[in-house]
């Protein structure tokens, strides 16, 4: 893990100009779709059971967890609900701002961003009249009708057709529909999904209740050999979902609840953490529930409820469909020239994970791109810089599992090895005169103490020089690892130098005999090594006389 800093830190923003306005709408379009084709390709790598891929490594954690329950409470009213009022299905992640959305900060500055989805079929029944929608966001709602259908889908040979449509609660923007009461909520934010078959056929009968197609279609015999296919029974299945946010204190539990517990476990989306949690709601509700002192949220948690609060809109149903087409669809990747491949009979619930898993993967990339510099920055668009101390920070506390050149290391093993290392390096300066000590000490192994220390180099070249009578030795030359003459004494060694004859030794007792080491007065190779021979001689000498000492003892 590590830090990530850059200049563009900051939150993408659409410019406050009206004449730019149809420039807005586009970069905003561009954008949006950009990042949600981006998360959704993320989705389908990280959160399809194996995370391995190299995208999967860039975030702080390669994907959110999340549970699911089957048989949740249907979220609307009046029956809407399709199979019954506890066959809805619900998904739940609890976020939190560090491990999963890597928002660095200690234990007692970090929040849980709580993200319920309920999603089930609907009756289409209201014949596809959910509410009016609006021409535009600023005039009167003016159809009868939420959703138009051309049935001659049916034989244009085209595929899948997806449309989405959103109402987000408790806002005082007005949006593009007005949902009939039994959808409309004030808890949560509402996006109903439209899904035409036009010419798609089933290549077996399928029962699962959005893809349903159990409607006889025809048969095509080839070579001997007859297939059949089956139509959907509807022009069109509808799919009702509602999105909740929370935002959490782990520092805090709530008030009336002795054993911790957050939640009643029922399923129904309230909370089961420990943790003071705001209510459920829209999420343009997350800031201003924050802010409440009951919550007891610091500056800081504050400032990463923000930055999580800037992206929940993002994670919403509809944003995971929105301009996508068929291509939001599982189904469709198992579609060849318009012949669907077998689905089980709960299909649509994978659908439903999938467009839950694309609001997760938005999240990760909007959390992140606050930090690293938001993308896809066009005309009409700007990069709002943090002006406030606590916004600043957090442009320097995200983390990323990618390296990008960062080499990671171990401080622990790196000082153990300086410490080995610089132990053996002293010791290698001392080993020797601690031997030679204990040797001396307790009079055991000076035979060979004493040829080790007579065959180093430098004390033969002494013992040449001494026996030529070069330089004046002290008593202690011969224990010294580099002996030295007294007084610093200088004298020249080379023929035709100082004392020119060049250097000789002759043997212990006998008449000197020169031999010329080097210059012009080399003498031949087997004179050399007769005289190598008689100074090792001359050097193990003394040694001969411990070690028959060594052995009298």
């Known amino acids: ?30 954008k949006n779709l950009n990042d949600t084709t981006a998360a959704a390709s993320y989705s389908r790598e990280c959160y399809g059971g194996s995370s391995s891929t190299l995208q999967c490594g860039s975030m702080a954690a390669a994907s959110i967890p ?25 998904i739940n992640a609890t976020i939190d701002s560090h491990t999963l959305l890597g928002i660095n900060a200690p234990e007692h500055q970090r929040v849980e961003y709580q993200k319920v989805t309920t999603c089930a079929p609907c009756d289409t029944l209201y014949y596809y009249n959910y509410g009016p929608l609006a021409n535009d966001k600023y005039s009167a709602y003016s159809t009868n009708y939420t959703y138009y259908y051309n049935s001659h889908g049916f034989l244009d040979n085209i ?12 806002t005082n923007v007005k949006g593009s529909w007005d949902p009939i009461p039994p959808l409309r909520k004030t808890d949560g934010d509402i996006s109903i999904i439209f899904i035409a078959f036009n010419s ?3 290549v077996q009968p399928t029962y699962d209740p959005v893809f349903h197609a159990t409607t006889p279609g025809g048969n095509i015999t080839s070579e001997g050999e007859t297939t059949s296919w089956w139509n959907a029974d509807y022009w069109n299945s509808v799919i009702g979902c509602v999105d909740q946010h929370s935002i959490c204190n782990p520092n805090r539990s709530p008030p009336g609840s002795p054993d911790g517990s957050g939640g009643d476990g029922d399923g129904d989306g309230d909370s089961d953490s420990d943790s003071l949690c705001t209510p459920l709601s829209g999420s343009s509700s997350l800031i201003n529930a924050s802010t409440n002192a009951r919550y007891g949220f610091t500056p800081r948690q504050i400032g990463a409820i923000t930055r999580i609060a800037n992206q929940a809109l993002y994670t919403n149903t509809y944003i995971a469909l929105a301009g996508r087409g068929d291509s939001a669809l599982r189904a469709q990747e198992t579609v060849n020239s318009l012949d669907q491949a077998p689905l089980s009979d709960t299909h649509w619930t994978d659908e439903i994970t999938s467009w839950f898993t694309t609001g997760l993967a938005h999240l990760q990339r909007g959390v992140l791109e606050y930090a690293a510099g938001p993308s896809n920055v066009d005309v009409g668009t700007y990069i709002w810089a943090p002006e406030d101390p606590v916004s600043r920070a957090m442009c320097r506390n995200q983390l990323v599992r990618s390296t990008l050149g960062t080499v990671s290391f171990s401080v622990l093993g790196v000082a153990v090895i300086l410490a080995v290392g610089g132990f053996i390096v002293l010791l290698s300066f001392v080993l020797e005169s601690v031997v030679g000590w204990a040797q001396k000490r307790w009079k055991r192994g000076q035979w060979r103490r004493e040829g080790w220390r007579r065959d180093e180099a430098l004390q033969v070249q002494r013992a040449l020089f001494e026996q030529k009578g070069w330089g004046r030795w ?15 004494e200088r004298f020249g060694g080379l023929g035709g130098e100082e004392g020119g004859e060049g250097l000789g030794m002759g043997r212990r007792g006998g008449q000197p005999e ?40």
Request: charged letters at 25%.
């Open 1 to 30: 893990m590590r830090l990530i800093r850059s200049p563009n830190c900051g939150y993408w923003r659409l410019e406050d100009n009206p004449k730019s306005g149809a420039a807005q709408l586009t970069s905003f379009n561009t």
């Open 66 to 90: 999340y549970t699911v329950n089957l048989n949740a409470t249907c979220p609307f009213g009046d029956d809407l609900c399709l199979i019954s009022n506890t066959a809805a299905f619900q």
């Open 159 to 170: 595929g899948y057709g997806v449309t989405a449509i959103q109402y987000n609660a408790n």
């Open 200 to 202: 798609i056929r089933f």
């Open 474 to 488: 002290g008593e202690g030359a011969e224990e010294m690892a580099v002996p030295v003459c007294e007084g610093g």
């Open 514 to 553: 020169e031999v010329g080491l080097m210059g012009e007065g080399l003498a031949k190779r087997e004179s050399r090594v007769e005289v190598r021979e008689k100074g090792m001689g001359m050097g193990m000498g003394r040694v001969g006389r411990l070690r028959a000492e060594a052995e009298s003892e």
